[in-house]
């Protein structure tokens, strides 16, 4: 956060609609009329709804074999998370964008905020608002809406509405103070930008319904009985900018690779195969942020919620030798910690690796006793990165195994449409 600026700031948050979905359809015209929805890993619950699918009241979140009924009665077509589908298709997204407007900051795997402080001198904002949905919408074919605002908080709240208010046609700009203080009247203060259920509960009890009463709130009042940070929110929502863009994302401080299990494992072999795997995509996201983990930490666990079955839960870390990246090494120092927490006997239902203690690699300091990574060794791990960018899982360690019964249960997966060449659509 950084104090407010002296200088008019104009910031849009562009959200791809209901993104999961709108994948999924992309690629199967024949479902435009139809419901979807997405469910979580292992075909759990149901995590992303079309807006079809919304208007039949399915609920989020709620578990399949609950909806089942429902969903074979209104015809609703059913498709596991394909997360290699998403990724491609953000990242395209994103690029569309950093060629749109001066500045961009990737939020999520569906938004972005833009900065288009001098825009306005130009060409109308929701006449650019406009111009970037259509953009996307045929080049991806994805939807997209767009909220502009003098602040991040209300470009995020006026995308909010664009979802709420079809009358403003996928974009809005509340830059005119006149249409803000309408805006603000109608949103409730829950649906403001950092304002959780709990915060609002608060606020409601002081009568703070709405984001124009919030608004209105005496920001020094609210930073004693409340945070800087909401006091901040306030200045946000009567237009003063507070938050800045952050075009380069910060490092992550610690990287997880962790998955339920498809099916419970009771073997150790199985076991491996599976912190193999886990191993090799923490590995290459850590070289995609350019760090090198001291720390490596495995655990493992039963299902908490099969009775009939005992417990068993436990993790043990261990500090490197030498900081790497490079998924050999840290395969090597995986396996005997594996072979301190496995117990015959158990069925196991999810696992999961833990690189921490994160360094940049052009800070890297080492000793005469931790020699530095070679130049060899990064070659290769690049090379592999490379190929798997190409073709996911063309390049992996004997050990991960193939198609384990351990495997994440994806029984509706569609196509890798975008990253494999031989699931490439075919148009007859």
């Not at 655990?299 to 490197?320: E, K, W």
Request: proline share 5%; with cysteine.
């Amino acid at each position: 956060m950084h104090p407010p600026t002296s200088t008019p700031r104009c910031f849009a948050l562009v959200d791809c609609n209901n993104f999961y979905a709108s994948c999924e359809r992309l690629f199967r015209p024949d479902l435009k009329q139809r419901p979807l929805v997405v469910l979580s890993n292992n075909d759990g619950c149901i995590i992303a709804r079309c807006a079809l699918a919304k208007q039949l009241q399915i609920p989020m979140g709620a578990p399949l074999h609950q909806v089942k009924a429902l969903l074979k009665q209104h015809r609703v077509a059913v498709f596991s998370s394909n997360y290699a589908l998403y990724g491609d298709l953000s990242s395209r997204v994103m690029q569309t964008l950093e060629q749109l407007a001066p500045k961009v900051e990737i939020y999520s795997i569906d938004e972005a905020f833009l900065e288009l402080s001098g825009v306005e001198a130009c060409q109308d904002l929701t006449d650019f608002g406009q111009h970037i949905r259509q953009t996307i919408q045929q080049q991806l074919g994805l939807p997209v809406c767009v909220g502009i605002g003098p602040s991040k908080t209300l470009a995020k709240l006026a995308n909010h509405a664009t979802k709420k208010y079809p009358q403003f046609a996928g974009v809005l700009d509340l830059s005119d103070v006149h249409k803000r203080l309408h805006v603000l009247a109608r949103v409730p203060v829950h649906d403001v930008w950092g304002v959780g259920r709990k915060l609002a509960e608060r606020l409601q009890a002081m009568e703070i319904q709405t984001a124009l009463q919030l608004a209105r709130a005496c920001p020094q009042q609210i930073r004693k009985k409340f945070s800087v940070v909401l006091a901040r929110t306030i200045n946000e929502l009567n237009g003063t900018a507070c938050l800045t863009l952050d075009e380069v994302q910060e490092p992550k401080q610690q990287i997880i690779s962790s998955r339920s299990f498809g099916q419970r494992v009771l073997d150790k072999a199985s076991m491996q195969q599976a912190i193999t795997l886990y191993i090799s995509r923490a590995a290459e996201k850590l070289r995609s942020q350019h760090s090198y983990a001291r720390q490596l930490t495995l655990f493992l666990r039963t299902s908490r919620f099969q009775s009939q079955d005992p417990f068993y839960g436990n993790s043990v870390s261990i500090h490197l030798p030498a900081p790497t990246a490079d998924t050999r090494h840290l395969l090597q120092a995986a396996m005997p910690l594996l072979d301190q927490l496995w117990r015959n006997g158990y069925r196991y239902a999810k696992a999961g690796v833990v690189l921490s203690d994160l360094c940049e690699a052009s800070g890297l300091q080492t000793s005469f006793f931790a020699p530095a990574p070679s130049e060899r060794s990064e070659q290769l791990m690049a090379l592999v990165d490379q190929l798997n960018q190409r073709q996911r899982g063309s390049v992996f360690f004997a050990r991960q195994g193939k198609d384990g019964d351990w495997q994440m249960q994806r029984k509706f997966l569609s196509p890798a449409y975008t990253t494999r060449w031989d699931q490439l659509p075919e148009v007859n």
